[in-house]
């Protein structure tokens, strides 16, 4: 943190140069953990809108910025807020799950907030419970759920735009090619079922990262289904391997997600020298209060 008092927090996703002006960077769990025991006076958050909204609600008191106004997310973005909500009152005797990538607003509905690093234990421990469980917004995420551990979870139809596009048929077609040692597939649980069936390892960023980091052959070649960022970070680790993105559909170069890299170096440096960019002081008490219940129930699962 620097001498003003404003911790710097960037997303995996983001690019390099905006990484390295962070004091901190990591996934959305870590992000929102760090936010909350860091207590700045002023946070600027390299994420998107969801991410800086989360670190408000851990901390009414702190200033927090967005440096581009525009960066969103696709699962927010596709989702009315009004049907999600007439869809959840079919399910009252369920428990809501929501993937953290949701307004403010859209939290408001849940009973408990997940990422991807945490969702498989957070709807294990509900059914197990004996609840019935509901799952909005990632319909991707909701299916590899149902597929995975054999739930019957009626999930919300929201898509990311970058990890939708990820092909199994390319996919089938790049592993056929020859490499010096063996094939893996990691995918992020956003991805489509389909390519997720093909995973060696289904997991959140962090998780990808951890699991390349163990990985116990050198010269392998590992097809990455996520976000383009984070091969930045994972050949850091590993520059033994042979890390690849997986393929989209021919010729589409979609693998970069268009919101995180809103954050450049000098919309970031304006905002942590003059605060520029999108507060988030437009969240009304009664949003921070009906949304700060299920994320809470989230940090203490974590
Ligand atoms: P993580 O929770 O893995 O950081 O994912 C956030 C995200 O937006 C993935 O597209
Ligand atoms: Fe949203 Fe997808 Fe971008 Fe993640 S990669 S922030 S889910 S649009």
Not at 84 to 105: E, P
Not at 124 to 133: D, F, H, I, L, S
Request: include cysteine.
């Amino acid at each position: 943190m620097n001498n003003d008092n404003t911790l710097v927090l960037a997303h995996y996703y983001t690019e390099p140069e905006v990484q390295k002006m962070a004091d901190y960077v990591g996934d959305s769990l870590d992000l929102a953990q760090h936010a909350q025991r860091e207590k700045p006076k002023r946070i600027v958050f390299a994420g998107v809108k969801f991410m800086a909204e989360t670190a408000k609600i851990l901390n009414p008191d702190t200033e927090v910025i967005l440096p581009d106004s525009d960066s969103t997310c696709s699962l927010v973005e596709q989702t009315d807020i009004i049907q999600l909500k007439a869809w959840s009152m079919q399910y009252k005797d369920h428990t809501h799950v929501m993937y953290i990538n949701s307004s403010a607003k859209m939290k408001a509905l849940a009973d408990v907030i997940v990422t991807s690093r945490i969702v498989d234990d957070v709807v294990a421990a509900e059914y197990a419970k004996g609840n019935k469980v509901i799952f909005s917004p990632d319909r991707n995420m909701g299916a590899y759920l149902n597929y995975q551990y054999g739930y019957n979870m009626p999930t919300w139809s929201a898509v990311c735009e970058v990890h939708e596009k990820f092909k199994a048929d390319e996919l089938k077609r790049a592993m056929r090619g020859w490499t010096d040692g063996g094939k893996f597939v990691l995918a992020h649980p956003e991805s489509p079922l389909p390519v997720l069936e093909m995973a060696d390892y289904v997991g959140s960023t962090k998780g990808m990262l951890d699991w390349v980091k163990k990985h116990p052959y050198n010269f392998s070649t590992i097809f990455v289904a996520t976000e383009e960022g984070l091969l930045y970070n994972m050949r850091e680790l590993r520059p033994d391997l042979d890390i690849r993105l997986a393929p989209t559909y021919s010729g589409c170069q979609c693998n970069a997600c268009p919101y995180m890299k809103m954050n450049n170096t000098g919309n970031v440096a304006e905002a942590i020298k003059t605060g520029k960019g999108l507060k988030i002081d437009y969240l009304s008490d009664s949003d921070i209060e009906k949304a700060y219940k299920p994320i809470a129930r989230m940090m203490e699962y974590a």
